[in-house]
């Protein structure tokens, strides 16, 4: 029971990181908001210092239109130059937060694809309940 243009969009995006049939499980954070978050991804990536005020960050930076892999790309670089962090680094983070698992397609085309309000819902809910409180919270 899933929208078939949205199944067939996905299936595009991550047919070159499918190896096996059964494989297309992963992929279930693009058709359902009931994510189980990998802990040990979340220890990682989301339980570390600075990454929460990272996001909220973020976050606040998508909210403004285009929501599209570009503009998603850019206002992540944004915030890395911002926080003086090597390029690349806040993906993961970013990763976990939208799609409960450290592995998976391009984050930017991963975000396009599941929409704004997805996307934005998924992050808020990281930086409520997944990320370690910051000082002073």
């Not at 029971?1 to 070159?16: A, K, N, P």
């Not at 189980?36 to 600075?50: A, N, S, T």
């Amino acid at each position: 029971d899933v929208d078939e243009e949205l199944f067939r969009r996905v299936c595009m995006l991550m047919q070159s990181r499918t190896q096996l049939y059964p494989d297309v499980a992963a992929w279930k954070y693009f058709f359902s908001d009931n994510l189980e978050y990998d802990p040990k991804g979340v220890r990682k990536f989301l339980q570390k210092q600075g990454v929460q005020s990272m996001l909220i960050t973020l976050r606040a930076r998508l909210d403004a239109p285009p929501f599209e892999e570009g503009p998603i790309e850019e206002a992540i670089h944004t915030v890395e130059c911002e926080n003086e962090i090597k390029e690349g680094k806040l993906n993961q983070p970013v990763r976990i937060a939208v799609t409960a698992t450290t592995i998976g397609a391009g984050i930017y085309e991963t975000m396009a694809l599941l929409g704004k309000e997805r996307s934005l819902a998924r992050l808020d809910y990281a930086i409520e309940n997944l990320c370690t409180k910051e000082e002073g919270e």
